[in-house]
């Protein structure tokens, strides 16, 4: 959420909301991230945001274009898939056109779509997301940590694995159904990664990124009990611990802390300067473990929601 709200409303504004978008509207909508990501320091919209404006309609997936006399000038997406959870939602407005009302206006059109049940993602906790958080009425629910730590001189104990536990790397095609198997049975208390179909995970094997011999899967007896799925971010030189996940019942055996410390070096092999994981503030376990692996809070990701 990345926006600004403080004056009248212009007269030449519009919003429409779309189930997909034409290849020239995601031309549009990208070259407006892509501008307010180098004005900002970082996206306005997620991972999953952005490749879900690609590939046609997604259920329960709607996109909200703000236009001013026919120039697109801000954009939010609202996702409505979780059974529990109000919609989640991402907006933002080109920062040439912020001070005009246009977050608000679009964040008034989130509540309208979601029946005033509502969560919005504040990428990076700017003032002036937080400052149109208040003004929607939509109070702080959730803190999600970046950390990052340095690859140089990588310096970790050589990796333990628990008895009759082998690591292997990912084989496209062969091992989907199994990795989505556990990572939805790891996550199933977090829903956003906890709910990835074989759709998502097409998404991110056509993305350029994608490098199998860098997705670690850990087996038992020919069995998935573990992974870690690493990401190379090559323009901005990270390497990511993009998921790390144990299924449930293999976990306590130092598996995490072996595939952690099996992905970092992988990394580090690549020559990356830097290593960086997103992780929930309230996770104080995983935050410890992390910061024991020298890892520090590089900056924060906020979720604001509607009362409930």
Sequence with gaps: MTSDDTAPPLPTRA??????????????VLELLADAARSDGQQAVSEQGR???????????SHLLLTVAGELVGYAQLEDTDPVEAPAAELVVHPAHRGHGHGRALGSALLGASGKRL?????????AARHLSQVLGL???RELRQMRRPLAD??????????????????PGQDDAAWLAVNAAAFAHHPEQGSLTQRDLDDRKAEPWFDPSGFFLAERDGELVGFHWTKVHAEEGLGEVYVLGVRP??????LGKALTTIGLRHL??????TAMLYVDADNKAAVSVYERLGFTTYETDLMYRTET
């Design 15 to 28: 919003i429409e909301t779309h189930a997909e978008l034409t290849p020239e509207q995601t031309e549009a």
């Design 51 to 61: 490749l879900q404006l690609r590939g046609g309609a997604r259920e329960g997936v």
């Design 119 to 127: 969560r919005v993602w504040a990428h990076g906790g700017h003032a």
């Design 139 to 141: 109070t702080l629910f």
């Design 154 to 171: 990588l310096s970790l104990p050589d990796p333990v694995l628990p008895e009759g536990v082998t690591v292997r790397s990912f084989v």
């Design 249 to 254: 019942g293999a976990q306590g055996g130092g």
């Design 268 to 273: 580090s092999a690549q020559g990356l300067p």
